[in-house]
């Protein structure tokens, strides 16, 4: 099984909601990552839990909050996004974060913010 | 820091062979990775290059030059279905995070 889940698919969210996108793997991966992409441009990381330990964190604003509750489902929490936070959000798992240059996504969340 | 650098969009009819070229500076460099994405869909993994030389899966290979900072994806016997964007990618400094090219569309005609 090399399928990565993502719920929703599609998320429509007011300005002061709070909302959370859930990611689940049971390949056994011990890595896992969330991506923003904007149309027409390169997945942008945004964070790695390796070990279910968060280890890398790139500048995300804080409206954006990962959790990974155990090594099969990694969770983010979205609260006062803004428009321009408008994306499809993915998730992606690899064999371990050493090896993180073969990752496995998710069909990712559509995420509109009005 | 990193960056790599590949065209922004290629065009070639069906049964074509197509080259995807990709060069990159990093700061340390483990291999190149390519991944093909669909419209509306996710990245998938196409191959890895760690050495230097051509991998050959299928249809498509992948080509990299350590000496050149450059690699490339070769497509042969284009079908309709390769219409997609096609990313390279190579690992962060510290090898656990990877760091995508802006992306090639590529649009195949019959």
């Known amino acids: 099984d090399t399928e990565v889940t993502q719920t929703p698919k599609h998320l429509v969210m007011g300005m002061t909601n709070k909302k959370s996108l859930k990611c689940e793997q049971h390949m056994g991966h011990r890595a896992m990552y969330w991506y923003k992409q904007k149309a027409k441009k390169p997945p942008e990381l945004m964070f790695v839990y390796s070990y279910e330990k968060l280890s890398i964190n790139e500048s995300v604003p804080s409206r954006f909050s990962p959790e990974c509750p155990n090594s099969s489902l990694l969770n983010l929490h979205l609260h006062a996004l803004q428009p321009e936070d408008s994306a499809l959000y993915l998730c992606a798992s690899s064999q371990d974060s050493q090896l993180s240059y073969e990752q496995y996504f998710g069909p990712g969340t559509r995420l509109t913010v009005t | ?110």
Request: aromatic letters at 12%.
């Open chain 2, 1 to 110: 820091g990193q960056s790599l650098e590949q065209p922004s969009e290629v065009t070639a009819v069906e049964g074509a062979i197509v080259q995807i070229n990709c060069t990159y500076q990093t700061s340390g460099f483990y291999g190149l990775s390519w991944y093909q994405q669909h419209d509306g869909g996710a990245p998938t993994f196409l191959s890895y290059n760690a050495l230097d030389g051509l991998e050959e899966t299928g249809r498509f290979s992948s080509f990299l030059s350590r000496s050149d900072s450059y690699g490339y994806l070769l497509l042969q016997e284009l079908q309709m279905k390769d219409s997609a964007s096609y990313f390279c990618a190579a690992l962060n400094q510290a090898g656990t995070a990877l760091i995508f090219g802006k992306g090639t569309t590529l649009s195949v005609s019959s």
